[in-house]
């Protein structure tokens, strides 16, 4: 699979690395079981995926010990990513869980959640380069931030990667974060690549969508859902055309952005990745690049920024 820099980093990940928030089970997903989350690392590793993204905060902590000892043996052959809170105190106790889950003795990438209002940026970061100092982590990144807040976090430390939430109908960073990021060689990973499956195609109702994290996602909500769906039959058309799936086509948008590094895309069992893969080693010509866009674009303007995808403020 098609590898780029992360940042300045000496880091090629792959332009699809696995997001883990499934495996940690509760309270945001349901029917989660460990042994296929576990069959699941391994399948990405095993098809060629050499990037895998954690929290903290999938089921405080549970995630990070799958992925833990999926990669058990395997440390070599990925690149690993974690994040935790902003609060600099707990920033040091949370890297020393993080190891101690995972079994490692340094992470690759090691990403600030989500920034408070509170907190001074220059105090989260200043944290986040004393444990780098350290040799715990080995490159610094932040997700949810704002420009502002990217421009307070380069003031006190250099960092590589930039986690925001990008997806056809998501498209907030398109005006600032990008252009941003693509200007300080900062990499992109985006998160939610398939809008949580939305842009599988699969639900082609509201009713079927389960009552899980994705209750409260905007994309799923009346007034919206309907108008996604008219973007998903039209993206279906040219999946077809290419013999393709809608899955394929909404990941390859994505990656074809530019300043995007990678996608980092959710998969409960190795069937769903497998078709996931799909979404690189091909393109979609300019102009179908254009017209998604563009029609995923009227979406992005129903919708209100001022809190995440599920409606979450982060605590001030
Ligand atoms: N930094 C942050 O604040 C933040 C926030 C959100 C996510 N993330 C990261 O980004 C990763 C991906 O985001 P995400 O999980 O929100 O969204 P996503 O990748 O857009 O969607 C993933 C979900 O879609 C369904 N799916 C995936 N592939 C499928 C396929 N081929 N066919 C049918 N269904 C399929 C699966 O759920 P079902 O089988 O249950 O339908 C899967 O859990 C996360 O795991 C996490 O690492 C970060």
């Given amino acids: 699979m098609e590898k780029r820099r992360l940042g300045r980093s000496d ?3 792959t332009v699809l ?3 883990t928030w499934v495996f940690g089970k509760a309270p945001h997903w349901k029917d989660v079981d460990d042994d296929e989350s576990i069959r699941t690392i391994h399948a990405a590793i095993d098809m060629g995926i050499n ?3 954690t929290a903290k905060a999938y089921g405080d902590g549970y995630s990070e010990s799958i992925v833990g000892k999926a990669i058990k043996g395997r440390r070599d052959e990925v690149f690993l990513a974690s994040k935790c809170g902003a609060d600099p105190k707990i920033i040091k106790k949370d890297i020393d869980d ?6 490692i003795d340094y992470i690759d990438l090691y990403q600030v959640h989500y920034p408070r209002t509170s907190i001074p940026i220059a105090e989260t970061m200043g944290a986040m380069a004393e444990i780098q100092k350290a040799g715990k982590i080995r490159y610094i990144g932040v997700s949810n931030f704002s420009l502002e807040q990217l421009k307070d976090a380069l003031e006190t430390v250099r960092f590589e990667c930039c986690q925001p939430p990008y997806n056809i109908f998501w498209r907030q960073i398109e005006e600032d974060i990008l252009p941003f990021c693509r200007e300080h060689e900062i990499g992109v990973i985006c998160y939610s690549p398939l809008a949580q499956g939305l842009l599988t195609g699969k639900f082609r109702s509201r009713s079927q969508v389960p009552d899980d994290v994705r209750a409260n996602n905007k994309l799923f909500q009346e007034g919206v859902f309907e108008k996604c769906l008219e973007v998903v039959d ?3 058309g040219i999946a077809r055309r290419h013999n393709r799936t809608l899955a394929e086509v909404a990941l390859n948008w994505v990656i074809h952005q530019p300043g995007v590094t990678a996608a980092i895309v959710g998969a409960r069992r190795p069937s769903q990745l497998q078709e996931n893969l799909g979404g690189a080693g091909w393109s979609l010509t300019d102009e179908e690049i254009k017209q998604i866009g563009h029609r995923g674009l009227e979406v992005s303007k129903l919708l209100d920024y001022s809190t995440n995808m599920w409606g979450y403020k ?3």
């Fill in 11 to 13: 880091m090629e990940i």
């Fill in 17 to 19: 690395g696995l997001g």
């Fill in 51 to 53: 990037f895998l993204d």
């Fill in 98 to 103: 993080c190891l101690k889950r995972m079994g």
């Fill in 234 to 236: 039209f993206m279906e």
């Fill in 314 to 316: 982060p605590p001030a």
